[in-house]
């Protein structure tokens, strides 16, 4: 698993979402597909902005490879903002996060990396010229957690092992992965009070799992990714290291217990979940009604989580829904 230092995904906010937007209507915008040389996973583009002149760059990415995106420019007001394929909702935005992204990509699809100048800049017509490196690594794992809109079948039984560290702190997730009683064990490492490991029972199979700092305050998370065998609906555990001192366990509330409880409607399983940025991300494709119950509508609901701390603990509260 990457380290989640500068994960993709999700504006940070209405207000910085709008400061982000590009100064050029969106329709104008020319679109320049990056392509890899033979063998190569790196590209280097090169550009100059002027005023509200901004530029689209597509890459063609799966699910489960690592994005790596880094800007260098003359202006200080030069940014990128990253869209996931098919939506033009920002899943990075880079006046509010930098000028560089690390992270995990949860669909197949065509990525938009949109490099604009920010309003105040363009409207003085001012100019930049940037250097645009773009990296893409790795291949979905064969059991990898399933993209929205499709899945990846059944998990099959077997062992889990892997060890994640960040920021100090390391944590080893196993899982003997029997077809039924499964547990999953997290032993975590340098913590200053308590390392005994935590082991919960769980309804599935360890499907993969990621370390994050979702809260910014310098003590990692440990997410672990259950998927069942049956259903094929994902589930969570997750643990906390509270200030680097113990475990404290993440609560992830129920999708009936969404606001509004729309979460639920068209929901058939088939989720993936990913730590984007600042925030958890859960997406999965909605189903029909009636007697098209049992099939895909052709649209993914995205559920975003921002990480909280509650009245007994740390909570995933509900930030965002969205459909597209």
């Known amino acids: 698993m990457i380290e989640p230092r500068k994960r993709i995904w999700l504006a940070a906010g209405a207000a910085a979402l709008l400061l982000a937007l590009p100064a050029l209507a969106q329709d104008g915008i020319p679109k320049k597909p990056i392509h890899f040389a033979k063998g190569a996973t790196k590209a280097t583009v090169q550009g100059t902005l002027k005023g509200g002149s901004d530029v689209d760059y597509i890459v063609q990415a799966r699910a489960g490879q690592q994005m790596k995106v880094e800007l260098k420019a003359s202006n200080g007001m030069n940014y990128f903002n990253v869209l996931p394929p098919g939506s ?8 509010t996060s930098g000028s560089r992204f690390e992270g995990k990509l949860p669909a197949d699809g ?24 773009v990296s893409v690594v790795g291949a979905a794992p064969a059991a990898a957690v399933a993209p929205a809109g499709g899945s990846t079948g059944e998990p099959k039984p077997g062992p889990f092992d892997s060890k994640l560290e960040l920021l100090g702190i390391s944590f080893r997730v196993t899982s003997p992965g029997t077809a039924t009683g499964n547990t999953v064990q997290v032993a975590p490492a340098g913590l200053e009070i308590d390392n005994s490991p935590m082991t919960r029972e769980v309804d599935g199979l360890v499907v993969g799992a990621e370390v994050a700092d979702l809260n910014v305050d310098q003590s990692p998370e440990i997410y672990v990714y259950v998927k069942s065998t049956g259903s094929r609906r994902l589930s969570l555990v997750a643990y ?4 680097k001192k113990s475990l404290g366990q993440i609560y992830l509330p129920e999708l009936s217990e969404s606001p509004g409880d729309t979460a639920t409607k068209g929901y058939r399983g088939h989720d993936d979940m990913a730590v984007v940025e600042s925030t958890l991300v859960r997406r999965f494709p909605i189903y029909g009604k009636g007697k098209d119950a ?15 701390q509650g009245e007994v603990g740390w909570v995933l509260k509900v930030d965002k829904v969205l459909e597209y």
């Open 88 to 95: 033009e909702t920002a899943i990075f935005v880079g006046s």
């Open 110 to 133: 065509d990525y938009t990396i949109r490099v604009y100048l920010m309003r105040a800049a363009a409207r003085r017509n001012e100019s930049s010229k940037y250097s645009l490196t």
């Open 240 to 243: 906390s290291a509270n200030k």
């Open 294 to 308: 049992e099939a895909p509508s052709g649209k993914t609901r995205q559920i975003q989580y921002k990480l909280r």
